[in-house]
């Protein structure tokens, strides 16, 4: 039917294309069309591709979940790890694991409960502003005082004594003198503040406690673990916004070298695309594209496009059962349907068609 439709002139390419020439009528052509399409095994093709065709509209009209059932079965791996490793890396960038790091602030039961009453009035307002300045001013004094205290007892100290001390702390016991005593100083104030905050955590009831670690992912225990999990928590946010900054000044240093790269009135001409001051010189230029390049956020981008690019070269490199687990870890599906189908019917074409209730073999090798 398919071919007495054909054109006389599209018959004759076909012709052609089976080795048939000469002067011949249409019927003629078509029946030696035929009978050489017959000798070629041209019918069981056609059914075989019939079936193969059917088969694959039926794994088509299946849920992965049945497909990989099936893979497990005859030993297909149905992953692609490359999809895996995109999947998962966008999964972790929606839920901000390339973001620019944050401490979350505490939430109080004094903060949580709604206030009662009317709204203090402009002079109880103002007390409570005044009480609140001479508060602050007393604890700076306070501070101010202790803390000439504490230099001036450090620089009471010989070198010796100084570079025991850093020695001590794990720290480089050289340079001068004044630079060992800041040093010293400043790991002080800071053993000072940690036992300050391990005394405000301690003083907290342990329900608030719990509810506080559970807000930032963390398990609840004992409380001094608790305690050591919320600080432990914190040094390592510490660190990371530490780090984070570090990345701002290279992004911008980078942007600052492309742009002192170009003309004077290119850059004019990119302030005035941005709606930014042109300037009269091409170094406030520049710090103004800066500037709003660190306003508008695209430092920030910068940073997360080269976060991610480092999480899909590390997971590239990890083994595919491990980026599997991850994957499930985050809820990010590691299945591409079509894989699936492809795989299973390339299988069943050299090994036949899988029962549905076989048993699950070792699976195949196969690159991802």
């Known amino acids: 039917g398919e071919l007495e439709a054909l054109p006389l002139p599209e018959l004759r390419d076909v012709c052609n294309d ?9 019927h003629a052509r078509i029946e030696q069309i035929l009978k050489l399409w017959q000798q070629a095994d041209g019918v069981d093709k056609a059914l075989a591709k019939m079936a193969c065709d059917e088969r694959e509209q039926e794994l088509l009209g299946m849920d992965k979940v049945a497909l990989r059932r099936l893979c497990e079965k005859a030993g297909v791996d149905p992953l692609v790890k490359q999809v895996m490793v995109e999947r998962l890396v966008r999964t972790e960038n929606t839920a901000g694991k390339f973001a620019r790091p944050t401490i979350a602030p505490e939430s109080t039961e004094e903060q949580e409960k709604p206030k009662k009453g009317k709204k203090a009035d402009m002079v109880d307002a103002l007390l409570e502003q005044e009480s609140r300045r001479k508060k602050d001013l007393e604890l700076k004094k306070t501070q101010e005082g202790a803390e000439a205290s504490k230099r001036k007892e450090l620089k009471a100290m010989s070198v010796d004594e100084l570079k025991k001390a850093l020695s001590k702390q794990g720290l480089e016991a050289a340079g001068k003198k004044d630079d060992m005593v800041e040093t010293l100083y400043q790991v002080q104030l800071l053993e000072e503040a940690l036992a300050a905050r391990k005394s405000d955590l301690r003083a907290l009831p342990i329900d608030v406690l719990k509810k506080q670690l559970a807000g930032r992912g963390l398990a609840a225990g004992k409380k001094e673990d608790m305690i050591d999990a919320w600080l432990a928590h914190e040094a390592k946010l510490v660190e990371a916004a530490k780090g984070y900054e570090t990345k701002i000044e290279e992004v911008l240093a980078k942007m600052k070298a492309e742009l002192e790269a170009k003309t004077a009135n290119d850059l004019k001409d990119m302030c005035a695309d941005k709606n930014l001051k042109l300037g009269i010189g091409k170094d406030g230029r520049i ?13 920030y981008r910068a940073i997360a496009a080269l976060a991610r690019r480092a999480r ?12 599997l687990r991850l994957c499930e870890e985050a809820q990010a599906d590691p299945l591409v349907k079509e894989v699936l189908v492809e795989r299973l019917l390339a299988h069943e074409a050299i090994f036949g068609r899988v029962p549905a209730d076989a048993e699950p073999k070792a699976k195949r090798a196969r690159k991802a």
């Open 18 to 26: 089976f080795g048939i020439k000469g002067q011949l009528t249409k």
């Open 312 to 323: 899909a070269e590390e997971l590239l490199a990890m083994e595919q059962g491990e980026v």
């Open 287 to 299: 710090e103004t594209l800066l500037e709003d390049a660190r306003a508008n956020g695209e430092v």
